[in-house]
């Protein structure tokens, strides 16, 4: 096999889709039940509001390598992929791209937003099918499912009865959270809390019947139309006298009551507070305790009502400046004081969440949930990475409240309606239907345990971000535990979140993520998903950099060169020459790959996988390219027998099944170059091969070859400090266990050394440093004599610069070593990673001094 043609880089805008056809053409992602283990993964389903996002790209490529290695170790893979309706997301979408025509879903009417809804579906349905291809993902497409389709929405119908009629579903008039710029209630779990600048009033209310005021501060002066009392500490002594009195609403004139609660803080604005039960969670609970009065005065359209007289009308914001200005009229505003606070803002439309009165289902969660966190907590039930989040998980059961599951929308999932006729039209939250997503996609609910279900359930792992934990994987293995009796995950894999330089998620509704299109056009697949998985440390949040794909350029570059090479190798038919040395060269690299695969074996149990491709990337890099291929390069001149190129294919292949995962495309292509077998050169397809197994590893081998390459690593560095590239002499004791000519050929090729000479007593030599440079504990050196280091200002100052650096780092290690709430509430794991870091950090400060001397 010889090619003298092949392109200067791999040419991934002409190759890629080739490629993904062929795998397209040949079924190689179908899968159906047989006698095999199945390995299955369901994909979180994106929305369907525009292009993808690089957090999409991270989810789906973590995916894409567990399916991939999953397939080459012999699994039945069924990667199913979906695609999400997103009510909320998507309406919003619609309703904003008919305000731009000055136009309104109210003014086309119902059935001509569905339409258009529709026509939205299809034109990004496709687009994002079209993206999740480009990045090679390797899903059974032939199982695409879409949260609305026929037979799911028909499902979904059903578990809302089901649940209603076993009790689990109550209609409620109450407070809910609620979402002004798309008209709809809004789950807990869709808010965002941000620190925010306010502004805290302290109004005067009038004691009746009195010239005393009583002073109560608050953020939302307009909704002063809605008091229902004014409310203080029965333990405050300051407003003892005023319990049970009654306080003059200022603008309104209304006469309210002046009561007494323990929920008051006594330290906050002045320890009296106005009650407002329609428009605030805990006024609401105090007035039920009292028995107050609810006056809702906000509507559904974030604008006060009648109940707000001359504001009526008015949006929240216009409404608070005009009653800021009467209050300062009539001398009852007292003074403005700004402080910091949490407000909760919509996840999908980014307004300000307001707190009203509105008649809507809920779930009763309880009901679910203390069979669930059992399973979780005690019995291990479902695998978690990382295990920390099961404390996050414990925190939500605590405080767990019951989910409300209708929205005031017009695009998802119609509410069946059997309350009330001439009702307005609602739909179930997005959430409903992703719920049982792992139950939905084989068609559980109509078709209970069918032959698919009991293959492919429980799924294998579930791959997804930290910020679907509530909203999703909770509800996911309630509902799986609730209507199959089974886990729906055997794994559950969270991984950290793409964000932008100001720490901001990376999402659509944002619009801070890059061109997904123009990036994989500029670098191609394998680049941006090896990339984006540089970046991507197990939990850890990314803070995405675009510099990143120039470093996995390199990656997939320094492949390509490595197959240029292999592919130059030639047959030679007559006798081998270097036997020995190809033997002993061969049997040390298949050891520490040997190494390599049990190693990323374990990590691969444990998700580690950006660990996994640097381990790769380094074996390949320093031990493949630097020291394998150098040394067959320089002792062959590429001339190999048969037997040993049937070893480099061999290996080079397994190489290629190792990266394939990782970067599918390039190595499907080059694997197109190989022969099959020795006898066999019948091109095959790389996606269907076998995963390396592991063998028995030579230990005194390996550690007899790392003094060599710790040898040739030091005389490369005294190369660099001395500028001095030309041939060399070294000395060696006699009594140096580096005494195979094996051992000593690899020091001449891989060092560029000369001679190699054995002295009776090396210790003639060590009285005179200046001249010697000893490596080895001093049983080598090399004569320095006439050796001058012409950089050595700037050698010097680069050693001196580490220092430094390593100094600092070792200060900051202390800090945290030292500190006692790090040291008692880390991980053991942690604190021993941190001990290490401090131990290695002080040996490499010394080690650099030592030069420097």
């Known amino acids: 096999m010889i090619y003298t043609n092949l392109e200067k880089e791999y040419n991934y805008k002409k190759n890629d889709t080739i490629i993904y056809k062929k795998w397209e053409k040949n079924k190689d992602f179908s899968s159906f039940p047989d006698n095999r283990l199945s390995y299955v993964v369901i994909m979180p389903p994106p929305n369907i509001t525009g292009d993808l996002h690089i957090g999409h790209i991270l989810n789906n490529t973590i995916q894409d390598i567990l399916v991939r290695k999953a397939r080459l170790e012999g699994f039945n893979t069924c990667w199913v992929p979906g695609l999400d309706h997103a009510s909320i997301a998507t309406e919003l979408k619609l309703i904003n791209e008919l305000k731009q025509k000055g136009c309104s879903k109210q003014k086309i009417g119902f059935q001509k937003f569905l339409n258009l809804a529709n026509k939205w579906k299809l034109k990004y349905s496709k687009n994002i099918i079209e993206q999740l291809k480009k990045i090679g993902c390797s899903c059974d497409w032939n199982r695409l499912k879409f949260s609305m389709d026929a037979e799911i929405s028909k499902s979904v119908q059903k578990i809302f009865l089901t649940l209603a009629n076993s009790g689990f579903l109550y209609r409620n008039y109450g407070i809910v959270n609620w979402d002004c710029e798309t008209h709809t209630a809004i789950s807990n779990e869709e808010i965002s809390y941000k620190t925010c600048r306010v502004k805290l009033y302290y109004i005067k209310y009038q004691i009746q019947n009195d010239t005393k005021y009583i002073i109560a501060a608050t953020k939302r002066p307009e909704t002063i139309f809605a008091d229902s009392a004014l409310c203080v500490n029965p333990k405050d002594k300051r407003y003892v006298k005023f319990i049970n009195k009654k306080a003059i609403v200022p603008i309104s004139l209304k006469v309210i009551p002046i009561i007494a609660d323990n929920y008051i803080d006594q330290k906050f604005g002045t320890g009296c507070v106005k009650i407002t039960p329609a428009h605030d969670f805990n006024d609401k609970l105090i007035a039920e305790r009292h028995n107050l009065e609810f006056i809702k005065l906000i509507d559904k359209n974030g604008t006060l009502n009648e109940y707000g007289l001359n504001f009526s009308g008015e949006t929240i914001k216009v409404a608070r400046k005009n009653v800021i200005y009467c209050l300062k009229k009539y001398n009852n505003l007292l003074k403005v004081e700004q402080y910091h606070s949490q407000i909760g803002f919509s996840e999908r439309s980014n307004t300000?969440?307001?707190?009203?009165?509105?008649?809507?289902?809920?779930?009763?969660?309880?009901?679910?949930?203390k069979k669930a966190l059992n399973n979780i907590h005690k019995n291990d039930l479902i695998k978690l990475y990382p295990q920390s989040i099961k404390k996050k998980i414990k925190d939500w059961f605590v405080n767990l409240k019951d989910w409300n599951i209708s929205r005031q929308l017009w695009w998802g999932h119609r509410i069946p309606k059997f309350y009330k006729k001439d009702s307005d039209i609602e739909v179930l939250d997005t959430w409903f239907s992703a719920w049982i997503w792992p139950v939905l996609i084989f068609n559980g609910i109509e078709q209970i345990n069918n032959s698919e279900l009991q293959y492919y359930y429980p799924t294998t792992v579930l791959v997804t971000g930290k910020d679907l934990l509530f909203f999703w994987v909770i509800r996911m293995i309630l509902a799986g535990l609730f209507f199959l009796k089974k886990k729906p995950f055997q794994n559950i894999y969270f991984h950290g979140l793409v964000k932008d330089k100001n720490m901001l998620k990376m999402s659509k509704s944002i619009g801070n993520s890059p061109n997904l299109k123009k990036i994989l056009k500029e670098y191609g697949a394998d680049t941006v998903r090896s990339g984006i998985l540089i970046m991507a440390h197990f939990e850890n949040d990314i803070v995405f950099n675009q510099k990143v794909f120039l470093k996995a350029h390199n990656i997939k570059n320094k492949l390509w060169n490595a197959f240029k090479l292999i592919?130059?190798?030639?047959?030679?038919?007559?006798?081998?020459?270097?036997?020995?040395?190809?033997?002993?060269?061969?049997?040390?690299?298949?050891?520490?790959?040997?190494?390599?695969?049990?190693?990323?074996?374990?990590?691969?149990?444990?998700?580690?996988?950006?660990?996994?491709?640097?381990?790769?990337?380094?074996?390949?890099?320093?031990?493949?390219?630097?020291?394998?291929?150098?040394?067959?390069?320089?002792?062959?001149?590429?001339?190999?027998?048969?037997?040993?190129?049937?070893?480099?294919?061999?290996?080079?292949r397994n190489i290629l099944i190792m990266y394939h995962p990782f970067i599918p495309f390039i190595t499907e292509y080059i694997w197109t170059f190989f022969p099959t077998n020795s006898t066999n050169f019948k091109k095959s397809s790389l996606i269907h091969e076998k995963w390396p197994s592991t063998k028995k590893i030579n230990i005194e081998l390996i550690k007899e070859f790392k003094l060599i390459s710790n040898i040739i690593l030091q005389i490369r560095k005294f190369r660099l400090d001395y500028n001095f590239y030309k041939q060399i002499t070294i000395y060696i004791s006699k009594t140096n266990y580096i005494n195979k000519k094996t051992m000593k050929d690899i020091l001449i090729f891989l060092g560029n050394i000369k001679t190699i000479r054995i002295v009776a007593n090396i210790t003639v030599y060590t009285n005179n440093t200046k001249n010697y440079m000893f490596v080895s504990d001093k049983e080598i050196y090399i004569i320095k004599t006439n050796i001058k280091k012409k950089n050595k200002r700037n050698s010097f100052e680069k050693i001196k610069s580490k220092i430094s650096y390593y100094k600092i780092f070792l200060k900051q290690i202390n800090s945290k070593l030292t500190n006692e709430k790090f040291v008692n509430n880390v991980p053991e794991k942690?604190?021993?990673?941190?001990?290490?870091?401090?131990i290695d950090c002080i040996n490499k400060i010394k080690f650099l001094t030592k030069i420097l001397k």
């Open 567 to 652: 592919a130059k190798f030639n047959l030679n038919k007559r006798k081998p020459r270097n036997v020995e040395l190809n033997n002993y060269i061969f049997l040390w690299i298949e050891n520490k790959f040997n190494i390599l695969i049990i190693l990323i074996n374990k990590l691969f149990e444990r998700f580690k996988l950006s660990k996994v491709f640097i381990l790769i990337n380094n074996f390949f890099k320093k031990h493949f390219c630097s020291i394998f291929l150098e040394i067959l390069k320089k002792a062959n001149l590429y001339v190999l027998n048969y037997l040993f190129i049937t070893k480099l294919y061999n290996f080079f």
């Open 830 to 838: 942690i604190l021993k990673l941190e001990k290490q870091k401090r």
């Open 352 to 369: 300000e969440v307001e707190q009203l009165l509105s008649t809507q289902w809920f779930v009763k969660m309880n009901l679910f949930a």
